[in-house]
């Protein structure tokens, strides 16, 4: 602090006037400078406060320990940090000067993320709020961030006064064509008194089933299809909602309803336990309100509720869809049913009593630990046509959710709303891909005139949309169906970009194919009757999808439910959650270890390393048991959906079964050392890369030979992919076998001919070998089998095949998905290499910006909103010069390896694969000196710190 200057004779100073005020204006001047120059060293407060996996201010959170992270600001005084400190405290007043919770002091790191809380035990229901600070690398403290908060749900089962509750005495149960029951949706409701000043209120709720939760005749949240999709026998999910704004004080009214949904439908993982259970809807809610006084109410689900099905909600399937008869009202007293002016003595008839269930032991409540599954966009048809009477409307996508029809009816009319993802040669519904899935909804008009309905608790895959039961008389209009888009409620984090049109198709096919199959879990398909958490799939994608969204929070939830599905005998089964019984296979089960590591690179969250480590090692376990002399016994469908295949079950590929399955073996035991390593479990460590080298020997002399050949069972290009992807061959015969792999891409004509399982190696491992150029002209390639494929057939989304329809052919025989994500995994290559931006540290802390340039483009790059902040990579190639434009955000380090060749498109006229950049390079438009220059000639690597880049390297080789 600027304090006066003591002076013992300030009447000498007086004598000269000059002379004092030349001190004083000097004392002033250097005042105000140091003050400009503090101003000038004080970096911006710390933003983007998060919470756990990325939770932003959450009410009803799921972790009484959680982390907490933070971003630094992009400000001009801030490169990185040098230290940090979190304080906690159960009241905003008490921060920052008094934390009551916890103050973790000032801690020496440059760590943003996932920052552990240490502090006082956090209970069910507790409201916590922080703040941090940062230095900045030349030791100047921020100011303190704003003050972020979060707030717990209900932690254990034991925090419920509540019952479970549905109808007494249920309408009889009609059957579906697979004498499935069919459940007719319930309609609950209670009525209360609020007699005092309301300060908050909360309203905990699940169900087994589907709800919807009204207070007052208004909705509550905005999410649809919850509580979700989990291990039912094992953990139900709940979700916490701030009502307060929705009560009033004197009479309210809660109204919830309720559908079979997963739980209690045809759809979900009941085959191997239903009947040991009451699979048959229900719901559990607790509302807990705050006085202002300081007194509480609760409100819960118990025998004084009431409940009906002659709502007008008639039927809800995931597979087959709803039916809606609108001429089952629920109102009376100008009031809905779910208002508290309605008065169920009016319909005596309609409204019985509930029957009450207590809390199972054994099944544990918890708070939803990831996004819900929200109306995230809104499609408009581009076009219409007619067919048999019946007007067919296309999206121009292929999407996954519901259509909200607004068009004119007659009274007692049956409103038929179908749905497929292609369309015949005639112009009528493509469904033969949908098995058994009738993906119909149905709507009886109770008057005349404009109907505007949108489903509540069904879900279709589905481009186009065939309506019927219209009203004739009038022109078919292209705002009567809207397409809404639904999927789990995360931000999306990637973009990728190129000069060509067909790779940015791929882009939009790879995103559109994340967006349809996470909903609520990693679906393989969003349209047929299957829509299971295949573990393979998920394998394959799960690197691409943390690319293109913040599915941190979305994966780390499937984990537990995978957690909670492993046997007893170690093994993971291959549909999480469970329902094909105890299936387990190499290739998919292996999700069980891939996924938790790839989180873990791509975020840098050590947490999602020590929740799943105890079943990776038990995964290793079952491993073991499937071995024989070092070569795996485990049983596996194979490299799925390779085309071309000889086998009699074409669909499992060529390659070898004993092969594939002692890879993975090798792969998990690869990823299980690394993760003990990182969890600092060294004698574990040592154990597992012991077992790894005794592995990759193992699977060196049973498979192949000194001459790199395959010894048993055909040459594939999955076989050799495998085997060097996974590093399991000896520098001996490492040669020769990428010689051999070369071989088979030149026998397929330089196409790819690999499934489910290789083709998420193909860019990688031919990077890895040094033939870049074979990887560029396989994604650019536009003949079958390739992924430009079908685009050139007009896909809008990943095919489950390679050619599910071609323009000359039509549909093949067996389609089969035109939504499945697996192939997608290219994607991360294009992220990572096309573009350039690669992780060389868990979390994108030290990145490396290297893009493969070719002119196949004249530009292309990539925007990833990381765990610290924005990254850019662009480049763009003409005949003067490549242009490179690079950010990095605070707190980053990246090695930019500026490419020293071009990979030349391979046409008639090519004479070589490769041209040189060996011209003048220049940073932020200053030219790199001449010993810089030397040694870029060498390795063209520059290590930059946070800020934005524009680099140019000139095409002149002289």
């Given at each position: 602090m600027f304090k006066l200057p003591l002076f013992k004779r300030p009447t000498s100073y007086l004598r000269d006037w000059r002379t004092f005020s030349f001190v004083c204006l000097a004392t002033v001047l250097s005042f105000s400078c140091a003050n400009k120059e503090k101003d000038i060293q004080t970096p911006a407060q710390p933003e983007q406060l998060t919470i756990s996996e990325g939770f932003v201010e959450p009410v009803g959170f799921y972790d009484a320990q959680p982390s907490f992270s933070w971003k630094l600001?992009?400000?001009?005084?801030?490169?990185?940090?040098?230290?940090?400190?979190?304080?906690?405290?159960?009241?905003?007043?008490?921060?920052?000067?008094?934390?009551?919770?916890?103050?973790?002091?000032?801690?020496?790191?440059?760590?943003?993320?996932?920052?552990?809380?240490?502090?006082?035990?956090?209970?069910?229901?507790?409201?916590?709020?922080?703040?941090?600070?940062?230095?900045?690398?030349?030791?100047f403290d921020s100011k303190w961030s704003a003050v972020a908060s979060f707030e717990l749900g209900l932690l254990s089962s034991s925090d419920w006064n509540a019952k479970w509750i549905e109808i007494e005495q249920p309408a009889p149960l009609m059957l579906d064509k697979f004498d499935t029951p069919i459940h007719i949706p319930q309609y609950l409701r209670t009525t209360f008194t609020a007699d005092k000043s309301i300060k908050s209120a909360r309203l905990y709720i699940t169900a087994k089933g589907l709800f919807e939760s009204f207070i007052n005749g208004n909705r509550v949240g905005n999410d649809v299809l919850t509580p979700g999709y989990t291990p039912y026998h094992k953990r139900i999910e709940t979700l916490t909602y701030d009502v307060t704004k929705l009560l009033v004080s004197g009479e309210n009214?809660?109204?919830?309803?309720?559908?079979?949904?997963?739980?209690?439908?045809?759809?979900?993982?009941?085959?191997?336990?239903?009947?040991?259970?009451?699979?048959?809807?229900?719901?559990?809610?607790?509302?807990?309100?705050?006085?202002?006084?300081?007194?509480?109410?609760?409100?819960?689900?118990?025998?004084?509720?009431?409940?009906?099905?002659?709502?007008?909600?008639?039927?809800?399937?995931?597979?087959?869809g709803e039916m809606f008869d609108a001429n089952f009202s629920l109102k009376n007293n100008n009031a809905n049913w779910h208002e508290p002016q309605y008065e169920t003595e009016n319909a005596p008839e309609k409204w019985r009593s509930v029957q009450s269930l207590s809390i199972e032991s054994d099944v544990l409540l918890e708070p939803k630990r990831h996004f819900t599954p929200k109306n995230k966009q809104v499609l408009t048809p581009v076009s219409l046509h007619k067919v048999d009477g019946k007007i067919i409307f296309d999206l121009g996508q292929n999407m996954v959710g519901v259509a909200r029809v607004n068009l004119p009816m007659i009274e007692g009319e049956k409103l038929k709303i179908r749905f497929a993802e292609g369309i015949n040669s005639d112009g009528s519904l493509y469904t033969k891909n949908l098995g058994s899935a009738a993906?119909?909804?149905?709507?009886?008009?109770?008057?005349?005139?404009?109907?505007?309905?949108?489903?509540?608790?069904?879900?279709?895959?589905?481009?186009?949309?065939?309506?019927?039961?219209?009203?004739?008389?009038?022109?078919?209009?292209?705002?009567?169906?809207?397409?809404?888009?639904?999927y789990t409620d995360f931000e999306l984090t990637g973009q990728f970009t190129s000069s060509d049109p067909r790779l940015n198709q791929l882009q939009s096919n790879i995103e559109w194919g994340l967006k349809g199959n996470f909903l609520d879990i990693p679906t393989d398909c969003p349209q047929r009757s299957e829509r299971l958490g295949w573990t393979g799939d998920a394998l394959a994608f799960a690197p691409t999808s943390l690319f293109i969204a913040d599915s941190h929070a979305f994966w780390s939830a499937w984990l537990q439910s995978i957690r909670e599905e492993q046997f007893e005998n170690h093994g993971i089964p291959v549909v999480v959650p469970n329902e094909v019984g105890e299936i387990v296979q190499a290739g998919w089960s292996d999700a069980a270890v891939t996924i938790p590591w790839d989180i873990y690179w791509r975020t840098g969250d050590e947490r999602v390393l020590r929740e799943n480590y105890e079943m990776m090692k038990r995964w290793i376990l079952y491993h073991q048991s499937q071995l024989e002399n070092g070569v795996s016994k485990m049983w596996t469908v194979g490299d799925w959906l390779q085309p071309y295949s000889t086998r009699e079950d074409s669909r499992r590929g060529e390659t070898d079964h004993g092969l594939i399955s002692t890879a993975f073996y090798a792969r998990s035991l690869d990823i299980v050392a690394r993760t003990a390593k990182v969890l600092q479990k060294t004698d574990d460590a040592k154990h597992y890369a012991s077992l790894l080298e005794e592995a990759k020997a193992n699977f060196q002399a049973s498979f192949f030979d000194q001459q790199g050949n395959i010894k048993q069972g055909q040459p594939t290009q999955t076989s050799y992919l495998l085997a060097i992807g996974f590093d399991l061959l000896s520098d001996e015969i490492l040669q020769a076998a990428e010689a051999r792999l070369m071989k088979q891409f030149e026998i397929a004509g330089g196409h790819l001919r690999t499934g489910f399982l290789g083709t998420p190696l193909?860019?990688?491992?031919?990077?890895?070998?040094?033939?870049?150029?074979?990887?560029?002209?396989?994604?650019?390639?536009?003949?079958?089998?390739?992924?430009?494929?079908?685009?050139?057939?007009?896909?809008?989304?990943?095919?489950?095949?390679?050619?599910?329809?071609?323009?000359?052919?039509?549909?093949?025989?067996?389609?089969?998905?035109?939504?499945?994500?697996?192939?997608?995994?290219?994607?991360?290559?294009?992220?990572?290499?096309?573009?350039?931006?690669?992780?060389?540290?868990?979390g994108y802390k030290k990145v490396r910006i290297s893009p493969v340039?070719?002119?196949?483009?004249?530009?292309?790059?990539?925007?990833?909103?990381?765990?610290?902040?924005?990254?850019?990579?662009?480049?763009?190639?003409?005949?003067?010069?490549?242009?490179?434009?690079?950010?990095?955000?605070?707190?980053?380090?990246?090695?930019?390896?500026?490419?020293?060749?071009?990979?030349?498109?391979?046409?008639?006229?090519?004479?070589?694969?490769?041209?040189?950049?060996?011209?003048?390079?220049?940073?932020?438009?200053?030219?790199?000196?001449?010993?810089?220059?030397?040694?870029?000639?060498?390795?063209?690597?520059?290590?930059?710190?946070?800020?934005?880049?524009?680099?140019?390297?000139?095409?002149?080789?002289?």
């Open positions: 600001p992009v400000d001009a005084a801030v490169k990185a940090q040098s230290q940090y400190r979190i304080v906690v405290a159960s009241s905003p007043d008490l921060l920052p000067g008094n934390p009551d919770l916890w103050d973790s002091g000032v801690i020496n790191s440059d760590t943003t993320n996932f920052v552990r809380y240490e502090g006082t035990e956090l209970k069910s229901r507790q409201r916590v709020f922080w703040q941090v600070k940062y230095w900045n690398e030349r030791g009214a809660i109204g919830i309803t309720l559908a079979e949904g997963w739980y209690a439908g045809r759809f979900g993982p009941k085959r191997h336990w239903h009947k040991k259970r009451d699979i048959t809807p229900k719901a559990l809610a607790q509302l807990e309100i705050e006085y202002t006084d300081g007194t509480r109410k609760v409100v819960v689900t118990d025998n004084n509720w009431q409940a009906t099905q002659q709502g007008p909600l008639r039927r809800s399937s995931l597979y087959d993906q119909e909804d149905t709507y009886i008009a109770a008057k005349s005139g404009v109907v505007e309905w949108q489903p509540q608790f069904t879900f279709h895959g589905f481009r186009y949309v065939e309506v019927s039961g219209f009203d004739e008389k009038e022109t078919p209009q292209l705002n009567w169906v809207q397409g809404i888009v639904q193909i860019a990688p491992v031919l990077e890895k070998i040094g033939r870049q150029d074979i990887a560029l002209e396989l994604l650019f390639k536009e003949s079958y089998p390739s992924w430009l494929f079908p685009v050139s057939q007009g896909a809008t989304t990943m095919w489950e095949r390679w050619d599910g329809y071609t323009h000359d052919k039509g549909y093949v025989k067996k389609a089969g998905s035109l939504n499945h994500y697996a192939y997608g995994a290219i994607g991360q290559w294009m992220y990572d290499r096309l573009a350039g931006i690669t992780p060389l540290s868990a340039v070719t002119t196949h483009l004249s530009h292309a790059g990539a925007t990833y909103q990381s765990p610290h902040g924005e990254i850019k990579s662009y480049w763009f190639l003409n005949q003067d010069e490549l242009r490179m434009e690079i950010t990095i955000p605070p707190n980053v380090t990246a090695t930019v390896e500026v490419p020293s060749v071009v990979y030349v498109k391979n046409t008639a006229e090519t004479t070589s694969k490769t041209q040189k950049l060996n011209g003048l390079i220049t940073v932020n438009g200053s030219a790199l000196d001449v010993q810089s220059k030397n040694k870029m000639q060498i390795n063209k690597n520059l290590e930059f710190s946070a800020g934005h880049y524009v680099i140019r390297v000139s095409t002149n080789n002289e």
